[in-house]
């Protein structure tokens, strides 16, 4: 068995999702805009959803399923400016809301639920930590996937957190004071770190604030946390106001993201190019899931593929034609869009999920990195 190779692990945890997934079908998806800044966006919200409600109505979607997402709608906007959504007979089973509007948006009534759109959410928007620091303490935001953000301040010595020009012995006294403060702030301020990194999975460290107190923090960040780290123009504010630029946080996190998906198809290309650890096309990618030998899941998925694959009970019951699971002894296996099914796949046989947005870098827009040959 042939394990050779590292994996890069930046892909976003989708662990959460596999209960989901192994439901009984079938499901509705939706995804629509909730815009905030616009007159009468209640009505909108109701509007836009009526339209979608409509089309699925006409699907096949049925009325005790479409009423459940009803009550969700007109106050969406005050949540963000998208909504994603995943229904069955049973009840609501994911709600999220997203702070910018969706590319495109979703309404689907089928055996399985379609996840790429808050795989992709989930993607555009890594968990990460903000700390605007100063010498005598920090702000700190956290922030993670559909859950509150966590905010908290660490306030540290003040005593002789100053250098002073006291003169002479005095002066050298008091300097050394203060720069043993400031180190021990830091050390506070790190630990509050580690456990808000730890808390949401952050894949980003934004430190800000104090050039000599982000330097003093970043001496003290361990090993696991260091390589997360990047740093942005700010100030720590008295009155509490933001102390990181918005422009400068959005793109770092926009080049997080990417450079996520990056790694994996250099990664993928690499292990091709040794005829090693990877999976290309629909075909062989689904072998793979049917071995749970499938370590992270590349897709890219466009609303229009319609592509069939199908699946058994068992999430490792995966293949790309049902006659091939009735050798495998499903006597009645079920279809699916065939992004949807490899993601179920994936998702039960815990691996991670990568949706990648250029469908050249994919064979059919699907390939996998493996845990073993």
Known sequence: METRGDTPRVWTDPSDLAELVALPGPFLTVLIATESAVEQASSRNETRWQSRRSDLAAGGAPEEVLSLV?????????????MFVVANSDGVHHVSHWPAPPAGELARWANLPSLVPLLDLRQSLPAHVVVVADRTGADLTAVGHEQPDRTGSVDGETHHARKVQAG???QRRYQERAENVWEHNAKEV??????????????????????RAVELLREVLPDEVAPLVQVLD????????????????EATLAAVSAGASAALVEKLVEEQGQGDRSATGAEAVAAALARAQVEVLLVHDRPDDERQAWFGDDAALVATSPETLRQLGVDAPRSGRLVDVFVRGALGTGAGVQVVAEASRLDEGVAALLRWT
Do not use: I
Request: glycine residues 12%; hydrophobic residues 45%; proline residues 6%.
């Open 168 to 170: 002479g012995w005095s």
């Open 234 to 249: 700010g100030t720590r504010a008295a009155d509490g106001a933001p102390g990181v630029d918005a422009e400068q946080l």
């Open 70 to 82: 009803d009550p969700l709608v007109p106050d969406a906007h005050l949540q963000g400016e998208a």
């Open 190 to 211: 790190a630990d509050a770190v580690v456990r808000l990194t730890d808390q949401v999975g952050a894949r980003l460290v934004v430190l800000t604030g104090d050039v």
